[in-house]
Nanobody, 128 residues
Framework: QVQLVESGGGSVQARGSLRLSCAAS????????MGWFRQAPGKEREGVAA????????TYADSVQGRFTISIDNAKNTLYLQMNSLKPEDTAMYYC?????????????????????WGQGTQVNVSS
C-alpha cells in the first residue's frame, strides 16, 4: 500500500507563491514516477507536473511551464511543487500521485490513468 499526504495549500494573491509538499510512505518504489494534478470546480482533473525519480527528468503542463517546479527528496520520500507567479486560474484542489506503472515517458507522465495512488488533496486559492 501507498499513503500520500499533501500539505502547503492556502490562499494567496495573484503573483504570489506557494510550496506544496507530499509525504509518501509505503511501497512507493514500485514506480519510478510521481506527479501533481489539480482539479478546479466543474472541471476535470488535469496533470500539472511529473518527475521520474531515478533520472530527475520532469514534465510540465503548458499552463504552468516556467512558473511551477516539481522536485523530489528521495531520502525523505517527499515530493514538492514550487508554484510562483500564481494566477487566479491556478485555483484548484491539488493532488499528488504515484505511478501505476514502472515508468512513464512524455505526455503519458501527465495522464491521470498513468497513476494508481492518490493523496487527499490540498486546496489552493489565488485571488486577483
Amino acid at each position: 500500500q501507498v499513503q500520500l499526504v499533501e500539505s502547503g495549500g492556502g490562499s494567496v494573491q495573484a503573483r504570489g507563491s506557494l510550496r506544496l509538499s507530499c509525504a509518501a510512505s509505503g511501497r512507493t518504489y514500485g514506480s519510478n514516477f510521481m506527479g501533481w494534478f489539480r482539479q478546479a470546480p466543474g472541471k476535470e482533473r488535469e496533470g500539472v507536473a511529473a518527475i521520474r525519480r531515478s533520472y530527475g527528468s520532469t514534465t510540465y503542463a503548458d499552463s504552468v511551464q516556467g512558473r511551477f517546479t516539481i522536485s523530489i527528496d528521495n531520502a525523505k520520500n517527499t515530493l514538492y511543487l514550487q508554484m510562483n507567479s500564481l494566477k487566479p486560474e491556478d485555483t484548484a484542489m491539488y493532488y499528488c500521485a504515484v505511478g501505476r506503472y514502472l515508468d512513464c515517458s512524455g505526455d503519458y507522465c501527465l495522464r491521470e490513468r498513468s497513476y494508481g495512488y492518490w493523496g487527499q488533496g490540498t486546496q489552493v486559492n489565488v485571488s486577483s
